[in-house]
């Protein structure tokens, strides 16, 4: 079964800071790897989709990592407005559900 | 350009009431998708459409769940009898490639 686990949980952090998120996940033959934002009370934001080890895609202060246990959403000299949830999903060869891991809540204060 | 379309935002109803959630997908999009969000949880999958036809509906939770999509434009989840534990954010998302999917802005469902 496709298992996707993401940590910390909750990360505190003070502007510009830079830090790192973890998404570790089993699947039984990766079609890609989502990373997605969601603000309180809203969807699901696209950010980036990586689909093999080795690839990195990079937008503004965030930078997104695979390998092939674990994807890595790096955020450098983060600013208030990245404070939200970020989601990692995989999506498997055999279909186009994504599979959602927990979140990770940031929280960036000034 | 819009982009997936949701209603109601919220939904207050009582144990035993008929829920229809709508959702409206991005035009040119092929590919539509169901999923709830719960805290215990987190975001699952309920059903999936291409070109109007459901493909997987394995998420979906027990017979009182149903969706349609009549048309490229327009899907209906609805929920008969509902139940307390069915209170979640369901959100709609639409896909060209059905890979990288767009998420509508989500319904809050309370059942008291």
């Known amino acids: 079964e496709d298992q996707v686990t993401q940590s910390p949980e909750a990360l505190r952090l003070q502007e510009g800071e830079s830090s790192s998120l973890n998404c570790s996940y089993t699947?039984?033959?990766?079609?890609?790897l989502f990373w997605y934002r969601q603000d309180p009370g809203k969807g699901p934001e696209f950010l980036f989709t990586?689909?093999?080890a080795g690839e990195e895609k990079e937008k503004e202060r965030l930078k997104a990592t695979l390998t092939k246990k674990e994807s890595f959403l790096h955020i450098t000299a983060p600013k208030p407005e990245d404070s939200a949830t970020y989601l990692c999903a995989v999506q498997a060869n055999s279909g186009y559900a994504l599979n959602f891991g927990k979140g990770t809540s940031l929280l960036v204060t000034p | 350009d819009a982009g997936v379309i949701q209603s109601p935002r919220h939904e207050v109803t009582e144990m035993g009431q008929e829920v229809t959630l709508r959702c409206k997908p991005i035009s040119g999009h092929d590919y539509l998708f169901w999923y709830r969000q719960t805290m215990m949880r987190g975001l699952e999958l309920l059903i999936y459409f291409n070109n109007n036809v459901p493909i997987d509906d394995s998420g979906m939770p027990e017979d009182r769940f149903s969706a349609k999509m009549p048309n490229a434009s327009f899907s209906t989840l609805k929920i008969q009898p509902s139940e307390p534990r069915d209170s979640a954010v369901y959100f709609c998302?639409?896909?060209?490639?059905?890979?990288?999917?767009?998420f509508g802005p989500g319904t809050r469902l309370t059942v008291l």
């Open positions: 699947v039984s033959g990766l079609r890609g």
């Open positions: 990586l689909y093999s």
């Open positions: 998302a639409s896909s060209s490639t059905a890979d990288t999917q767009y």
